[in-house]
């Protein structure tokens, strides 16, 4: 079994194995677990409206925050979206989901792929840098921080290494690539990843909370 | 089968006549270099247009743009071989076929004259003897129909 | 008994002139991807080419790499270089049958002991002893070995003598092998396809005939000069994959532009072979060309990387089923954990109230 052949098949279904059951343990577990019972007075019932609120006032700080945070969130939102375009738009990957879930959607050239992942590498990197210089930044990041940087920016690298045909006879670049994707899908559940499920939830609950108080959040 | 036959059919031109490589320009390059090396050290240069990606359109274009000349030729073996000079002296288009007029390759010669119209040496001694032959045992001119 | 007369002898007796052969040496260079510069060298070297014995051992096929290779009807190039050489035993071609074909094997071996040319189609069984494919009563293993002995090197024609090819596929009910994994000690080249494209075995036959040595070889034993590339980068449907074009069905309106067949399973990204720039049938076509996505004939294995129309980023692992038994399984660790958690809370609670 060459090493494309072990990539595309055990490794492939192990790491959406792992992927799956933990996700789904680390979430249902989140969930499940009982919260502080609010002993106040409460100020509004609607805390599921309120809920919903936040999951989408946090998608932008307040001025307030600007001066502090502002490069974070553009950057971030760039970030996003770059992996998305990567990730969701690129046809090859596109036709993988296909086999997957059995859907599948429209995928944009390929040059634009390219572009847009230059531009999340070139992100990732700008973001690191902040990380590691900022003192607040270099005092709070963990090894779950690295990690989880390193785990999103290979299959990014890897990919469009693959794509270009640079790094290796393309078989084993591709190979590596697939390989660095189960890397970051087994790590999804445990690390710092997981905000990627669980800022839904996280915003909610804390919404729903400050509802109850009377305090739109 | 008259279902059969009555299915519509539709050719449609193949994707390929519209298809271009990068390779157009550099092999023009090329011939202008090798035209200079032809002039200063009569170093002569074949190139392979069938050993680089070279479609059918990239040979289109080059045909018009280099054009005819003065000479065009055929050569009978082994199969026919086109020769034709372009419009730029020196620069010869060369077509080797197979028996089937199938072709093995397209050659750019850049030489005075292509080296397959040069007749062989050794074919000039072969041609001395026969024709030697042929005068030594010249018969009567009535006898000879 | 063997004729000395040397390539270029055998074919001005043929009626091929002085000029004839130049142009052959030209469009025998041409074929081998060698610079026209070296067309002098070829010419050189044909000149001198004696005409090698060449066994050819037919195991487990289907003979379709013989017909690829006799199928042309005009001289051509492969059907120059294949008449030159000396075909003392090949079990399609060869006019003698039974204990006289075995006979003219032997004869051959000895009077060219470490001299002669084997050439392998097929695949060689290596269960039970080898039972499940036999020549004269004689196992394809026993043969194999006793004329390897003798050779000056070895071609392993087509994806099953090559790589295993389909008798090697999933399960592999005959034990099936390749070549190169029973003889270990004899220069070999693999030439796979399935078939391989006709120019390519003359190509190699060329090589030898002229260098006396094999061409230059990749990791897997190929010829670089035909299999250094893969398909994906020749393929003049390369623009509409870029683009991003790609036919859906084999009957939409893409596949009837001649747009990219990746979607359809085209497995040119991974498979390298000349079918891109040699073609097929003398340069008519090739497969996707012809609207049918490259199977990756030439590759190890290739019967079993999936399905020849799912597209090659599908993954070729077990089942769905499977990973969404593994989302019951990780649901319910939730719930126990949580159902832990719960309790602790709840003994915490307890604690604090009293």
């Known amino acids: 079994?060459?090493?494309?052949?072990?990539?595309?098949?055990?490794?492939?279904?192990?790491?959406?194995?792992?992927?799956?059951?933990?996700?789904?343990?680390?979430?249902?577990?989140?969930?499940?677990?009982?919260?502080?019972?609010?002993l106040s007075e409460p100020r509004s019932r609607s805390t599921v409206a309120g809920g919903i609120r936040t999951v989408f006032s946090r998608m932008f700080p307040r001025k307030e925050f600007h001066s502090k945070t502002l490069f974070a969130v553009i950057a971030g939102y760039v970030l996003h979206?770059?992996?998305?375009?990567?990730?969701?738009?690129?046809?090859?990957?596109?036709?993988?989901?296909?086999?997957?879930?059995?859907?599948?959607?429209?995928?944009?050239?390929?040059?634009?792929?390219?572009?847009?992942?230059?531009?999340?590498?070139?992100?990732l990197v700008a973001l690191l840098i902040r990380r590691m210089t900022t003192p607040l930044l270099k005092k709070i990041s963990s090894a779950d921080d690295y990690i989880s940087w390193v785990m999103t920016l290979l299959p990014v690298l890897t990919g469009m290494m693959?794509?270009?045909?640079?790094?290796?006879?393309?078989?084993?670049?591709?190979?590596?690539?697939?390989?660095?994707?189960?890397?970051?899908?087994?790590?999804?559940?445990?690390?710092?990843?997981?905000?990627?499920?669980?800022?839904?939830?996280?915003?909610?609950?804390?919404?729903?909370?400050?509802?109850?108080r009377g305090v739109k959040a | 089968m008259s279902e059969l036959n009555s299915i519509p059919v539709r050719v449609e031109a193949g994707p390929e006549n519209n298809h271009r490589t990068e390779n157009l320009k550099p092999v023009l390059l090329q011939?202008?270099?090798?035209?200079?090396?032809?002039?200063?050290?009569?170093?002569?240069?074949?190139?392979?247009?069938?050993?680089?990606?070279?479609?059918?359109?990239?040979?289109?274009?080059?045909?018009?743009?280099?054009?005819?000349?003065?000479?065009?030729?055929?050569?009978?073996?082994?199969?026919?071989?086109?020769?034709?000079?372009?419009?730029?002296?020196g620069v010869w288009l060369v077509e080797h076929q197979d028996a089937e007029r199938r072709r093995l390759t397209l050659h750019l010669e850049i030489a005075p004259i292509p080296t397959l119209l040069v007749t062989p040496r050794d074919d000039l001694a072969d041609g001395l003897a026969a024709l030697k032959a042929l005068n030594d045992s010249e018969a009567p001119t009535e006898d000879v129909q | 008994m063997k004729e000395e007369k040397t390539l270029a002898e055998r074919l001005r007796e043929r009626g091929v002139t002085r000029r004839g052969f130049?142009?052959?040496?030209?469009?025998?260079?041409?074929?081998?991807?060698?610079?026209?510069?070296?067309?002098?060298?070829?010419?050189?070297?044909l000149q001198q080419a004696k005409r090698p014995s060449v066994i050819w051992l037919s195991f487990q096929e289907c003979t379709g790499c013989t017909e690829s290779l006799t199928r042309s009807h005009a001289p051509t190039i492969e059907g120059l270089i294949f008449d030159h050489i000396s075909l003392d035993y090949h079990h399609t071609l060869q006019a003698a049958a039974g204990d006289h074909a075995e006979h003219a094997r032997d004869e051959a071996m000895q009077e060219n002991w470490g001299k002669y040319l084997l050439v392998v189609d097929g695949s060689i069984p290596l269960k039970d002893d080898g039972i499940y494919s036999t020549i004269a009563g004689i196992t394809n293993l026993a043969m194999l070995k006793e004329v390897a002995a003798g050779a000056a090197a070895i071609i392993s024609v087509g994806t099953c003598a090559a790589f295993g090819g389909l008798p090697m596929a999933r399960p592999n009910p005959t034990g099936?092998?390749?070549v190169s994994e029973i003889i270990k000690d004899k220069p070999i080249v693999n030439v796979p396809g399935c078939p391989p494209i006709p120019v390519v075995i003359s190509g190699v036959l060329a090589h030898f005939l002229m260098f006396g040595r094999l061409p230059e070889l990749d990791a897997l034993n190929r010829p670089k000069v035909f299999f250094g590339q893969s398909i994906h980068d020749r393929c003049y449907r390369r623009p509409f994959y870029d683009r991003g074009q790609f036919a859906e069905t084999f009957d939409d309106e893409g596949a009837r532009k001649g747009w990219c067949l990746f979607k359809l399973g085209c497995k040119g990204p991974i498979t390298y072979n000349a079918c891109a720039t040699a073609k097929w049938n003398e340069g008519t076509s090739f497969p996707i060309e012809a609207g049918h996505g490259c199977i990756g004939c030439s590759e190890p294995g290739f019967w079993d990387k999936g399905g020849f129309y799912d597209a090659l980023s599908k993954g070729t692992y077990g089942s769905a089923e499977g990973i969404a038994l593994a989302a019951g399984v990780g649901a319910a660790i939730g719930v126990a954990a949580a159902l832990g958690s719960r309790s602790r809370q709840a003994k915490a609670d307890r604690k604090e109230e009293v």
């Open chain 1, 1 to 38: 079994m060459t090493l494309l052949d072990f990539a595309r098949g055990p490794a492939l279904e192990w790491s959406l194995i792992i992927f799956v059951a933990g996700s789904l343990w680390r979430l249902v577990g989140a969930l499940l677990v009982r919260r502080k019972r609010d």
């Open chain 1, 81 to 123: 979206f770059g992996l998305a375009i990567t990730v969701f738009l690129f046809t090859p990957h596109i036709l993988f989901i296909d086999g997957l879930l059995g859907i599948s959607w429209p995928g944009i050239p390929n040059n634009l792929v390219m572009f847009a992942g230059v531009v999340t590498i070139a992100t």
């Open chain 1, 162 to 212: 693959a794509y270009a045909h640079i790094g290796g006879p393309y078989q084993t670049v591709l190979a590596i690539h697939i390989l660095t994707v189960e890397a970051m899908l087994i790590w999804f559940p445990f690390g710092k990843l997981f905000h990627a499920v669980l800022w839904i939830p996280s915003r909610a609950q804390m919404g729903a909370a400050m509802q109850r």
């Open chain 2, 31 to 89: 011939i202008e270099n090798a035209l200079r090396e032809l002039i200063e050290h009569t170093t002569e240069t074949v190139i392979d247009l069938a050993a680089m990606p070279f479609s059918d359109q990239d040979e289109h274009d080059l045909r018009e743009l280099l054009g005819g000349g003065e000479v065009s030729a055929t050569i009978d073996a082994f199969g026919p071989t086109l020769v034709e000079e372009t419009a730029f002296p």
């Open chain 3, 22 to 45: 130049m142009k052959f040496c030209a469009a025998t260079a041409s074929m081998m991807a060698l610079s026209p510069a070296m067309i002098p060298r070829v010419a050189a070297a």
């Open chain 3, 176 to 178: 099936a092998v390749p």
